[in-house]
Structure formats: C-alpha cells, structure tokens
C-alpha cells in the first residue's frame, strides 16, 4: 500500500472558497489513482462539510480548517469551525413527504454525508464544531 498522503488548508470566508479544497482533494486522487466515483462523492462530502461550517459557523473566527488523509484505501475527512457549535441529537431527520410540502426545504447536508460516508462523526460544543468522515475508496 502506498503512503498517506495529508494536506492540511485553512480557509478564509471568501466566495466559493471550498473550490480551494475540491482542488486540492482532487490532485490528491490523482496521485494515488483513485475511481473517479469514488473522488466524485468524497469532493460532495467535502462540499457539505465546509458550507456548514461557513453557513452555521462562527463570525467572530470565520475560518475553516479543512484536512484530509488519504491513501488508496480510505480517505479520512476533518473540518473543523469556530462557531457555538450545536447539538446533533436534536436535530431532526428531514422527511422528503414532509418537506415537500415545507416552506424551508433545507436540512439535507448530513443526512446525505451520512450516506455516502462510511463513518460519520459530530464533535460539537461552544468553541465549534469537528466532523470527522471515513470514506473508503476501494
Ligand atoms: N458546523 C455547524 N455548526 C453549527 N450548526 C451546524 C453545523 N452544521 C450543521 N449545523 C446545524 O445542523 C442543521 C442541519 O444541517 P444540514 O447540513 O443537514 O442542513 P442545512 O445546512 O440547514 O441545509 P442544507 O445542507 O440542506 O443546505 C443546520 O441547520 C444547523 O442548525
Ligand atoms: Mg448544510
């Protein structure tokens, strides 16, 4: 097995900044040869990770701290805010009959990084929010 390869970036809160990191995933899975519909979900995962963190992060420390760890077999996802945080457990399920009636049609962004992770986790207080995503890519 080849080596892991790790990129770490610090984003600012500019306009599609997450492209940054899209980039950067996707040399990195060129190197190590990955199945393009394996990058084409993980670059999906990444995308939901850093808009929430800009969206529901902080404004007093607007940065995103994006790192990722991959080798031919898995891919391991870090985003880190400096927002309040918030508590997952009482977050609801969004439920496609219900929101297809709902004015606020929002609410996917974990539900659909949840499915397409191989684990997914949530460490969130007052200092911010860490999400930590496995993604195999064999
Ligand atoms: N990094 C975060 N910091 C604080 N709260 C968060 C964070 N990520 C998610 N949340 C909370 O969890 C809720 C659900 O997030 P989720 O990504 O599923 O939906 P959304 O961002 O509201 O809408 P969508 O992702 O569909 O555009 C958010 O509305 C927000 O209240
Ligand atoms: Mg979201």
Known sequence: MSEAVTLKIEL?????????????L?????????????????RLLVTEAIINGFEHGGTKNPTVI?????????????VRDHGK??????????DVRKKIHAKDKRGWGIK???SMS?????ESNSGGTKIT????LK
């Open 133 to 136: 995503i496995k993604k195999l």
């Open 85 to 94: 945080g918030f508590d997952p457990s009482i977050i609801e399920e969004p």
């Open 112 to 114: 659909v990084m949840k």
């Open 26 to 42: 996707e040399r990195l899975s060129r190197h190590l040869d990955i199945a393009e519909d394996k990058v084409g979900e993980a």
């Open 12 to 24: 600012p809160k500019i306009p599609d900044i997450e492209l940054v990191a899209i980039e950067g």
């Open 66 to 78: 994006v790192e990722f760890t991959m080798t031919t077999k898995e891919l391991i996802i870090f």
């Open 118 to 122: 191989d684990d997914f986790r949530i």
